[in-house]
């Protein structure tokens, strides 16, 4: 099977942000997207440009387009956010985004009306039904499509990292699941979900996915959802790894480190490096330390079982990829990382508002909170 690759021009980035639809007198998810899209969508077209459907009616994807820099593609979030939200308000509906939401029960979600959506469940079955989950999704352009693999493969190593940072998802229909990221173990259960495999080159990509079409395991390539993956249409590798996250600083800051990591191993790659390419079962055990402990994980850091925090591991990191950030112009951005763990990353926050107040529907009043006015 040929996929071509449609190269980008330099690092340029797509964002998407996954958004619960919450009722705000019951604290509960909401099912009207098919209502908000109806009213924001221009005349005579399909759909908005910038938000669409996701899976569930209770959700609502926003996404950017093809932007040069961090500071425009959270520019345009916080524009369609807005939209979206004014378009929300006669319905008594806020907006927030977490892994999963604290307490609504994925039983009673809708699903929205699109037929690749029935397709899913049927196919799935309650795999499918459960995935009242949400999360974000950073592209960053590659220029050429013999870098991809190695960089999806290097890139493995950093799931600890994006993982503990935006894990958000401590509860799940009312309890604590002694996660700090519940929902990268709900995604991963899908059988095209989960870490990509350690290939070897654009070449073995293709023989994988003609593979899984002709055995009929997908349709297309699009059905393969691994926490990173190519993406041959937009030119991109896709980082699916994070959590929802709840703030415009947090998006930010995900997404310059995602830029500037698949920069700076681009540019390895110009150089003449080879790209590491880590174990299979060191990144395994490494993504399960940050579900489980998040940022209080150790994880492994190198072939000889040396354990390091994973947020000093992820401190050391910003400041390794400073010089880059300083090209790309996301220093801010990238910076802000230190200052966000300072106030505890989502799952931490959430449950020492539960642990203050008691009550479920202050967390979900946090998570509210921090999308309509930012960290605090």
């Not at 397709?119 to 352009?141: C, K, P, S, T, W």
């Not at 703030?247 to 800051?253: D, F, K, N, Q, V």
């Amino acid at each position: 099977m040929d996929i071509p690759f449609n190269p980008s021009a330099g690092p340029t980035l797509g964002v998407e942000w996954e958004l619960e639809l919450v009722d705000l007198k019951t604290r509960e998810l909401t099912s009207r997207a098919v209502e908000i899209l109806g009213d924001i969508t221009p005349e005579g077209a399909a759909e908005h440009p910038r938000a669409k459907h996701e899976l569930l009616q209770s959700c609502i994807e926003v996404i950017t387009g093809i932007c040069d820099s961090v500071e425009e593609a959270t520019s345009q979030l916080a524009a369609t956010v807005a939209e979206v939200q004014a378009a929300a308000d006669p319905y008594g509906i806020g907006l927030m985004c977490s892994g999963t939401h604290p307490t609504s029960d994925f039983r009673e979600q809708d699903i929205s009306p699109k037929e690749r959506y029935a397709d899913l469940i049927e196919n799935m079955q309650y795999l499918a039904r459960r995935m009242a989950i949400f999360g974000v999704h950073v592209h960053v352009g590659v220029t050429d499509k013999n870098k991809v693999i190695p960089i999806v493969n290097a890139l493995t190593q950093y799931v600890p990292h994006f993982l503990a940072f935006s894990a958000s998802s401590p509860f799940w229909i009312g309890e604590d699941t002694g996660m700090a990221s519940y929902r990268s173990k709900i995604f991963e259960s899908l059988p095209t979900a989960g870490l990509p495999y350690q290939l070897d080159s654009w070449a073995e990509f293709e023989l994988y996915m003609e593979t899984l079409v002709e055995t009929k395991s997908i349709r297309t390539i699009r059905e393969v959802w691994w926490d990173i993956r190519p993406h041959p249409n937009f030119g991109t590798i896709e980082l699916r790894i994070c959590d929802g996250l709840p703030s415009l600083e947090e998006i930010g800051a995900v997404t310059a480190l995602s830029q500037c990591l698949v920069t700076l191993l681009d540019r390895e790659i110009d150089r003449g490096y080879q790209l590491p390419k880590p174990r299979q079962w060191l990144v395994r055990e490494n993504k399960w330390r940050a579900a489980r402990f998040g940022m209080d994980a150790e994880i492994v850091v190198d072939n000889i079982r040396t354990l390091r925090p994973v947020r000093e591991s992820l401190l050391g990191l910003v400041e390794e990829l400073m010089p880059t950030a300083k090209r790309l112009g996301c220093v801010d951005e990238l910076g802000s990382i230190e200052t966000i763990l300072d106030r505890g990353a989502s799952y931490q926050r959430q449950r020492a508002r539960l642990q203050e107040t008691g009550k479920m529907s202050d967390v979900v009043d946090l998570l509210l909170g921090e999308m309509r006015d930012g960290l605090k």
